[in-house]
């Protein structure tokens, strides 16, 4: 209640001429310019008392006065050219004891607790206007600034070019100037406090407390001259402020002993936006006394000199016995520039609760008088940790906000296709396949944003790209678009089309949890548990997969994951090296053993299908033509480390079989029967995967067949893919769909890598690849939770013809690990795997281009999966629900995968 009277009071007195509230000049009271401080303390006084309710307007002129006491639901107006000076005489102060919590400073500081305006125990009280407030602090200041104690010299952090302090050192100088003390109700707005002898503006054990467009200009080599000091106070706002100050030009307290208070108040919910601030000292202070600061908030700060930017401090001083608990603390867009420190998190003291906690700078830049960057300054005295301090990279945030503008593949590039038809949610703005009305001239596009705002926008075409709009559209949420034709009056003269997608919130440096383990020993955990996988044991022992896995009805794709898994735990742990490679071979050998005859169709290709678990049973008979391949590289790695010839023949004895079935197009039939060797539909492979493989041969063989055969295959995808982008999901269990239907990242980010690989330095093939990633992130990247806050919303919109099970299912996204990666659009849940070829492709981005953004995105995904990683190494397949906790339906080859990716994340490191 007492937050809406407040309101309301501000209200009308910023409004006072129309709102009908009574004014009173202090002229009509008896002050004068030339009157003495004295005269003039006690005509002010005497208007404020009177005007209760009211507004005490000083006019233009300037009036010196002494001490003056601000009242009740009274604003103390300062028309412009108005100046309140500060009378030079400390007896035309407040006596020292005029307050229970009044105060002064240690005797070095020399300032005594005299104050130019006070106001004690009051409610809905304001300063206002466009004039200053004079603290005539010249006058009681040293004439020449002196080195701050022995240690100050030339690059110390602050009044490097030395201080002032008072030049009565008997007497000493005033106190805060402006001081407000358990006051409820404040409002600050436009004034200019200049040249004052202590802290400008102090608020002490207040609440609701606003200060809007105010300046400061005091000496640059001024002690204790803070431009705002908030100690103990609540629910404070401050906005507009432009500081030239000589000590801190804004200082965050918890000193409230004096109060007399028990709790003693925290310092909390302090919200400072859009400010220049200048100071010989720290620009901000966050620290001093024995209390709690929480939930400080400051963003879009500009300086552009300090000692220290920020300096946060639990412990100040030795009179501090047990200092300041702070947390939850956001310094958000802000710059720091020519300050002599950057900043300083410092937390001391053994009674403290937790030092310093939950700290974030997003998006906030350092420089120092050479103007080159600076880095974070840590210090830890005593016990008590610095817990959660997220540091925002603002180059990376800047770079983030720069991608965003561009859309991504749009889809009548390079005379494409529009590939985004079946598309459910986007991160970059899209564009659709909008039919042109008849009659139009323009289109008006009407978006309903989660089905209550609205926004517009008007383009030349309905296929326009969406993007001058969409950063308007919130992130996390449903959004129906509507593109209407106008015709030349501007009327509506058709629809051109309508779409409905979900809005996914892009990455956000710094802001994700971080792996609570290092990446290597992240990786060597999972090794270790893919070695005691139940289906590895039963290859030792038996020499067989074990038909409780019900998985092994994938042999190739399983067994050759499993071959690549055991050659890397032999290289890793030389006291398994013999059992795993037992077990390799076991799996090999199983492969060789059930494949093709050499007289068959698709002679050597080992079994796709076997059983009929899952999609076995209604796949029997057919061979997907990627995984035999598969098998392949496999056998390639296991030979390297036997030198068995019987696993590098069974390779060359599959890759015959391709060369024998590669087509005019350069790639294979996706599907085929195993007893004729015909199509099993008209899809055609991805063959990129099949490029590395031949290359990898011509590498060994110099038999210039498989060189020549990789050509072709590339020249596939450069004629398809890359063109039509039409990057179907080529899975096992998975039928062959029409095109664009089920899009999977998986053969775009292998083309990616290959591009990288295969022609280092090109640009125009480093641009494709950052298009194919960029793509990927966009449709199966997920930084942030895949539904409104609420916890409703994106879900599979219907069917999916074509899919084992139709598709159409709620897979729960709320109880998905976040960020995390997609698999294709009829699986469209986290996976393990998809997040590993994430990582593997930013990896890939940045060896070949240096950024940064591509790092972080890579560590990003790989610290979600150190996260869910359980202590004994396994990283669960489906980052969903219940799924993190049944490890029987963890696929054997997505663990391989995000355990390989682990160690590439590593090697970066």
Known sequence: MKRILFFVFAAALFGAASAGVKCFNIRDFGAREDATPAENAKAIQKAIDAAGGGRVIVPKGTWVSGTIWLKSQVDLHLEKGAVLKASPDLADYNAEDAYPENFGCPKEEYWRGLHFIICHRQEYVAITGEGEINGNGDVFFDDEPKPYYDWMKPGAECWWNGIRWAKDKKNLRPGQLVVFVKTNGITVKGITIRNSPCWSLFFHGCSNVEVFDYTVRNGMNDGNTDGVDVDCCQNVTMRNLDIDTGDDA????????RLGLDPQPACENVRISKAKLRSTSSVFRIGVGQGEIKNVVVEDIQSDRGGTAINMNTLYGPADKYGVDMSDVTFRNCTFDNCRSAYALVTAGKALKYGIRNVTFDGVRFTGPDGKPQKLHYRIEGEKPIENVVIVDPDLKDAVAADMKTPVRPPEANGGAFWNGHAEWFMYPPEFDFKPVKGAVKYRFRFVLDGHEELAWETVRPTDCIAPV??????????????????????????AGERTFFKTARYKPGMYPKAPRSYAQAAAMTFDYLFDFPNVKHFLKTGKPDPAYKLNCYPSKMHASLIRAMVACAKRNPA???????????????????????????????????????????????????????????????????????????????????????????????????????????????????????????????????????????????????????????FEDVNPTDKYVNLTKHPACSTAMYLLKRFPGDAKRVAQARELLRWSEDQFVAW??????????FRMTGKRPGHFNGGGWDWGYAQWLYPSVMEQYYCYVPIDASAAKMIRTYLALYKATGSQLDLAKARTLGDSACRIQTDKGRIATFWHGGDLLAPERDWYNCMVSIAEALEQLAAAE
């Open 784 to 793: 942030e939770p895949a539904c409104r806050k609420d916890g409703t919303g």
């Open 576 to 730: 398994r090296a013999a059992d795993a490679i037992k077990v390799a071979r076991a799996a090999a050998d199983f492969l060789l053993a059930g494949a093709e005859p050499a007289d068959a169709p698709l002679a050597h290709f080992t079994q796709t299908y076997a059983g009929r678990d899952l999609t076995s049973g209604a796949f029997a008979g057919q061979h997907m033509l990627l995984y035999p391949m598969t098998a392949a590289s496999a056998f390639l790695k296991l030979y390297d480390v036997t030198q068995e010839k019987k696993y590098l023949d069974g390779a060359l004895a599959i890759a015959e079989t391709y060369l024998k079935l590669q087509g005019e197009d350069g790639t294979w039939y996706l599907k085929a029967y195993a007893k004729d060797g015909k199509p099993v539909a008209k899809n055609r492979m991805f063959p990129i995967d099949m490029c590395s493989f031949f290359e990898g041969l011509y590498d060994r063989t110099k038999d210039a067949r498989y060189r020549a055969a990789a050509d072709r295959a590339f020249a596939y995808v450069e004629k398809g893919p890359l063109s039509d982008w039409n990057w179907e999901g080529q």
């Open 250 to 257: 804004i200082a965050i307290r918890a000193s409230g002993a």
């Open 470 to 495: 969409w950063e308007k559209i919130p992130e996390c949420g449903f959004v129906t678009v509507f593109a209407f034709g106008l015709d030349a009056s501007g009327a509506v003269c058709g629809l």
